[in-house]
Structure formats: structure tokens, C-alpha cells
């Protein structure tokens, strides 16, 4: 008789992002202490690891192509940081004092702005940002009873009908969009903000329940703040590999499709010509990838209309004469009624130490919003140009960069519109019936922050241990 516990199994998964990069060590943590026998292969189709996160270093610049920083108000990363020993390279930003640009002027972000909402209400009316009927309207947040909500709605339609159209376009939009880079009246409450939904169910306003959510004790930091790590968050990447040592790793080598046999056992095909097999599959890449390898086309159908936005990251390298002295702040968010084509621009060098050469700034500015991506596709020099002018007109920038390096990210934004947990919810089932032993997950299902990425990676694992042991 085979010795069910001691007969090896093996686990493949697809994707050295963020995402596949946490399972596998998370699992190889798990298969330790357990001491499983458990084999895991990670497949990656590039020749490097770490997805869209990728920071680079040139003349005296460290530069973040893809996200530059995080929030962690639940501990997600601080906790895979510590089990990697990186806590001494955690930190978080030296300052961030957001600005947006509303028409042609910039104006201050007021204090307790939580999740583009504000919480403070001193600052909030002694703010320039919003007009004085704006503000007053935001206050009916407080008397009107809030509606209970049954069904998922747009972020958009839920904060007008609390807080009015300007505070809605004048301070949430810029800030959330900023994030999402998507249309506020598109993005899913239930799947962006869920605790809105919650909260409105349950506190007499939406002000007091954002309050209520961030001083709740799980709500370990202020939100605003944002982390990242000496060296970058290539360091997360580079050490999450260095650790890998249980873990085969195969690099450049990409899955193109799985098979599964009639006892659920998987093949996996790649474009060596090589195969895997396997007992259990994650796959930490895209939807559009995981539903291009399944042979049941029928299982992501419901995700197929998901807008993917494709946008530009651009750090662009000045002197600090070039700027400037009057702006003090660290980021600009542009409100979407203004005539700019840049979304929003970070001081990289205020908020990050060492990353700048002396006597030198860094912006990292973004472009590509939805219904505006055909400017992606413009040439290098074309985008500074853009890039240029609206930094001239935003903050008095003058003359060429000394350095500008363009990176085109291209669908790589999921949009979460309303009813997307519903449907990532069917997805899921439908997978699991189909295919009992695989897995998916990434920031096209249940998030796309980082410390998302990295909860859908562990609870992904100990599901699939689940169903091994
Ligand atoms: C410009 C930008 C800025 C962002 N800023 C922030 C931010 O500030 N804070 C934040 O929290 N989040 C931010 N995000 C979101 C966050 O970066 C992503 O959600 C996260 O990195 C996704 O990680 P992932 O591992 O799920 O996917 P990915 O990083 O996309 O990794 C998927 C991997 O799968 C590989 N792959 C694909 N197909 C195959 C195949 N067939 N076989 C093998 N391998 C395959 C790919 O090559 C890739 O390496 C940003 C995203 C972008 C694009």
C-alpha cells in the first residue's frame, strides 16, 4: 500500500511576481515546519523575477519602474518583512504632503484625508480645496441616515450621495484614482472600499464610520503613510528569492498550457518543449493568462469584460535649480476636470533617503487614464514633451531633464467595477469544481495592492495544503 503522507507531492507555481514569489516561500516555510514532502517549482516566464515590481539603479539613482511604495495598515508585508529578517530595512517615507491640482491650481490635501475621504473636519473646512457650499453639503454626511446598502454600488454614487459632487471631485477622485487608475464611478464599492459598504450599514455616517475603521485596533497605522525598503522594493523581491532555497526556480521558461488527467493530477506544457506534472497549480499571474491556459475556456467568462488599464510611469531627473522653491510638497494628484495629461507626480527624493544624488530631484510622474491611453503608445520623447509642459504649468519646472526613463505598463491595471467580488466569487467556484487542485490569484481577483498580493498568496497556499494533507 503507497504511504499516502510520505508519497512526495509537487506544486507548481506560475509567476515570480509579488504574488507567486510569497506562495512559494510561504509554502517552503510551511513544508519545514510541517515536514511535508512537498517538491515546489516556480515558473517564470521572464528572465527575471519580481513582476511589476522592478527598481533599477543608474548614476547615483535608485529608481522604482513599477509601485514605489506601499500601505500596510494590517501588517501584511511588516509580517512576510520580519519572517525574511528585513524589518531593519523597512521604512517608511521622510514626508507626504499631497497636493491637487484642481483647473489650474494647486491646493493642499487637508489633514485626516483617509481613503479620499476627510475625517478631520477642522482642517477640512479651514481647507481652500473645496468651496464653502461644497463643504457645507459634505456635512449632510451627518444628518442624513444612511441608506442601508444590499447591493454593490459605484464608489462614485455612494460618495456623492453622502458627500456631494465637489468633495467627490475635488479630493476623492484625484486621490483614488491615483491608486486605481480607474473612474470612480466605475470602481466597485464592495470590492475597492469593502468596509464602506460595512460601515454604512452600521455607523450613523460615512465620515464616522471611515473614522471608526481607521482607529479600529487592527488599523495599525495612519493610512497615508507609505513603506518601502532600503534598497527599494526590489530588496523584498531580491531577498524573497535569495530564500528560496527548497524552491526550484525556473526562469524564462513559460507556461503555455495545463492539463489535467482523470485523477486530477496536472501537466504543465512550456515553451521548451519540456513538461511538469504536478498535484496542485497556482497560478499568480493575470486572468487573461490563467484563462489562455486552462482547456475549459468557460471558467473565466465572467472576468472577460474587466477593463485592464494601461498606463506610463516616467522618473524624470533634474538639478534642484530647475525647480521651483516655492512648491514645498512631496506628491501632486490631478483632478480628472483639469486639462493635464499627467495624473499625478511624486518628489521621489523628498520621501525617500539616498535614492537622489546630491543637489538633485527625481519625479516620478504618471500617465494613462481610462478613455486617455493612446497616449502610452507615444514615443519616449513625445511623453517627456507632455510630461514636460504640464510639470511647467503644475510647478515651475524649467528646462530639459538631465535623465528620463519611460516604463509602459500595458493592461496591467484591473478595474474593479461593480459586482467584481460577485464574479471572482463565481470564477473561483467554478475553478475549484472544474479543476479541484488549482488555484489562482494576483491583482486581477481579490486586490492589487502588494499587501494584498501577498494575503491572496498565503491564503491561496494554505487552501491547496488543505487539500493535499
Ligand atoms: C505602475 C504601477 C504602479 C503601482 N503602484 C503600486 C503601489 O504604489 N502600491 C501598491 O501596493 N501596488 C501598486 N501597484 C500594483 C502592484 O504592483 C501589483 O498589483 C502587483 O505587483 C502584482 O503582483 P503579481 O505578482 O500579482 O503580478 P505581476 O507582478 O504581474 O507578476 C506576474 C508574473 O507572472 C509572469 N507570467 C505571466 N504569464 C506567465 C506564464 N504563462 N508562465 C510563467 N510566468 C508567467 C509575468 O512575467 C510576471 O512576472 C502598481 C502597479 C503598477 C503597474
Given at each position: 500500500m503507497i504511504?499516502?503522507?510520505?508519497e512526495?507531492r ?8 509579488i504574488t507567486?514569489?510569497?506562495?512559494a ?39 522604482e ?29 521622510m ?14 490635501v487637508?489633514?485626516g484625508?483617509?481613503?479620499?475621504i476627510?475625517?478631520k ?6 481647507s ?11 456635512t ?11 447591493n454593490d454600488?459605484s464608489?462614485g454614487?455612494l ?9 467627490v471631485e475635488n479630493?476623492?477622485e ?12 466605475q470602481?466597485s464599492?464592495d470590492?475597492?472600499?469593502?468596509f464602506?459598504a ?23 497605522i ?6 518601502s525598503?532600503?534598497g ?9 528569492e ?9 526562469k524564462?521558461e513559460r507556461?503555455?498550457s495545463?492539463?489535467q ?8 506544457s512550456l515553451n ?9 497549480v497556482?497560478?499568480?499571474?493575470p486572468h ?5 491556459l486552462l482547456?475549459?475556456k ?9 477593463p485592464l488599464?494601461?498606463?506610463a510611469?516616467v522618473?524624470l ?5 530647475q ?5 514645498k ?18 518628489f521621489?527624493n523628498?520621501k ?11 519625479i516620478k ?17 513625445e511623453?517627456e514633451k507632455v ?14 531633464p538631465?535623465?528620463?526613463?519611460v516604463?509602459r505598463?500595458?493592461n496591467a491595471?484591473?478595474q ?5 467580488a460577485?464574479?471572482?466569487q463565481?470564477v473561483?467556484?467554478k ?14 481577483y ?6 494584498k498580493?501577498i494575503s ?8 491547496l495544503l488543505k487539500?493535499?494533507?
Open positions: 504511504d499516502v503522507m510520505n512526495k509537487r506544486v507548481a507555481i506560475i509567476g515570480g511576481g507567486g514569489l510569497t506562495a516561500y510561504y509554502l517552503q516555510e510551511k513544508v519545514r515546519e510541517q515536514q511535508l514532502p512537498v517538491e515546489i517549482v516556480l515558473i517564470e516566464s521572464t528572465h527575471r523575477l519580481g513582476g511589476k515590481i522592478h527598481t533599477v539603479l543608474e548614476e547615483g539613482y535608485q529608481i519602474k513599477g509601485p514605489a511604495s506601499f500601505t500596510d495598515h494590517r501588517g501584511t508585508v511588516a509580517k512576510l518583512a520580519a519572517s525574511l529578517g528585513l524589518t531593519d530595512k523597512l521604512i517608511n517615507s514626508k507626504d504632503k499631497k497636493f491637487v491640482a484642481v483647473n489650474e491650481e494647486l491646493y493642499a487637508p489633514e484625508v483617509q481613503f479620499g476627510p475625517t473636519m477642522k482642517p477640512f473646512m479651514a481652500d480645496l473645496v468651496s464653502w457650499s461644497g463643504k457645507a453639503r459634505a449632510f454626511d451627518f444628518l442624513r441616515p444612511q441608506n442601508k446598502l444590499s454600488q464608489l454614487n460618495l456623492r450621495s453622502r458627500l456631494g459632487n465637489e468633495v479630493i476623492t484625484p486621490l483614488l484614482s491615483g491608486i486605481y487608475s480607474g473612474d470612480i464611478d470602481l464599492v470590492a475597492v472600499l469593502p464602506l460595512q460601515y454604512s450599514n452600521s455607523t450613523s455616517s460615512l465620515i464616522n464610520g471611515v473614522k471608526a475603521y481607521t482607529q479600529a485596533p487592527e488599523f495599525l495612519d493610512h497615508q503613510t507609505s513603506f525598503f532600503i527599494g522594493l526590489s530588496t523584498l523581491i531580491d531577498e524573497l535569495n530564500q528560496l532555497t527548497d524552491v526550484k526556480v525556473k524564462s507556461v503555455l495545463i492539463k488527467l482523470a485523477n486530477n493530477q496536472l501537466t504543465l521548451n518543449t519540456s513538461t511538469i506534472k504536478a498535484d496542485a497556482f497560478i499568480a499571474a487573461t493568462v490563467a484563462q489562455s482547456e475549459d468557460n471558467i473565466f467568462v465572467e472576468l472577460k469584460d474587466m488599464n494601461t498606463i510611469t522618473s531627473m533634474f538639478d534642484e535649480k525647480i521651483s522653491k516655492s512648491f510638497g512631496t506628491d501632486v494628484v490631478i483632478s480628472r476636470n483639469s486639462d493635464f495629461s499627467v495624473t499625478s507626480a511624486t521621489m523628498r525617500w533617503e539616498n535614492i537622489a544624488p546630491k543637489g538633485k530631484e527625481m510622474a504618471y500617465i494613462g487614464r481610462l478613455g486617455d491611453e493612446a497616449i502610452v503608445e507615444l514615443s519616449d520623447k511623453i510630461i514636460l509642459q504640464d510639470l511647467h504649468r503644475l510647478i515651475g519646472i524649467t528646462g530639459a538631465e535623465k528620463v526613463i516604463s505598463f500595458k491595471m484591473p474593479y467595477t461593480i459586482g467584481h460577485d464574479r471572482v463565481i473561483k467556484e475553478l475549484k469544481s472544474t479543476y479541484p487542485m488549482v488555484r489562482v490569484g494576483g491583482n486581477s481579490d486586490g492589487i495592492s502588494l499587501p498580493c491572496q498568496a498565503t491564503s491561496n497556499m494554505d487552501s487539500e493535499l494533507f
